[in-house]
């Protein structure tokens, strides 16, 4: 869907980050939430450069927050679930299809992310710091065997219940975060996340998401 400012759901995104980070601000995957389910949104933008304190609706100044009428959320994975409920093009409406989309959107928050967060804190404070080493030495092993786990579980299947779901569009955004090379990925993993990159609701969110950026030497008030 296109974006519309007069869209009654607003998500709150930065108006600036490093080119690197580009693509990955969680954002992103409220956007392709919002695309798969066909409800068109708002942004707000927010230049953190500027107003360190971003959203006071989000407990550690950060983003995306969401809002829709009375409703103000945070938590990708929240609002995620909550726009999913929307629409069962993310959410099968019979109770199995239901239960396992949500169980593999909390495995790829619960059992994915939170190791690869580890990894981009060693990444980012602890550039040549030893400490930063030996983060990557323990959670590199621990994640690939997970992967490997979980590349047998999706075996030969297009998506991880069969059919795409919200708990794909979180598995997928997890698993593409890491910089390519960072981590072995068994081949129907690659080929899973390049199947979840080419959904045209994923291209559309991102070009959403790319365009929103100021250009590098601009800055906006929020
Ligand atoms: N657990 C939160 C994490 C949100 C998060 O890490 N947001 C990042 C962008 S991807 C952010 O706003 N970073 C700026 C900061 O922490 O100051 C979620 O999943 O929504």
Same mark, same amino acid.
């Given at each position: ?9 607003? +998500? ?5 980050? =490093?080119?690197?980070? #580009?693509?990955?601000? #969680?954002?992103?995957? +409220? ?10 949104? #708002? ?49 099968? #409406? ?19 992310? =939170? ?32 992967? +490997? ?25 997890? &698993? ?9 990925? =068994?081949?129907? &993993? ?29 800055? +906006?008030?929020?």
């Amino acid at each position: 869907m296109p974006m519309d400012a007069n869209a009654p759901i607003e +998500v709150t995104a930065m108006a600036w980050v =490093p080119r690197g980070a #580009r693509g990955q601000v #969680r954002d992103m995957r +409220v956007r392709w939430a919002l695309e798969e389910a066909g409800l068109s949104y #708002r942004t707000r933008l927010i230049d953190k450069r500027e107003h360190p304190e971003c959203d006071t609706a989000q407990p550690w100044a950060q983003v995306p927050v969401y809002r829709e009428g009375d409703i103000t959320m945070f938590e990708c994975g929240a609002i995620a679930l909550h726009i999913a409920e929307k629409s069962e093009a993310l959410l099968p #409406r019979d109770a199995v299809g239901r239960a396992t989309a949500i169980t593999w959107l909390f495995a790829a928050l619960n059992s994915i992310d =939170p190791m690869q967060q580890c990894l981009t804190f060693a990444r980012f404070l602890g550039a040549g710091q030893d400490w930063a080493d030996g983060v990557r030495g323990a959670v590199i092993p621990a994640l690939e065997g997970r992967l +490997v786990r979980l590349s047998q579980r999706l075996g030969d299947k297009d998506w991880l219940d069969g059919r795409f779901t919200v708990g794909d569009l979180m598995m997928v955004a997890t &698993l593409r975060t890491p910089p390519k090379g960072t981590l072995a990925m =068994p081949d129907n &993993l690659a080929a899973y996340i390049e199947r979840g990159e080419a959904r045209p609701a994923f291209q559309a969110a991102l070009a959403a998401h790319l365009a929103d950026f100021l250009p590098d030497e601009e800055s +906006v008030p929020a």
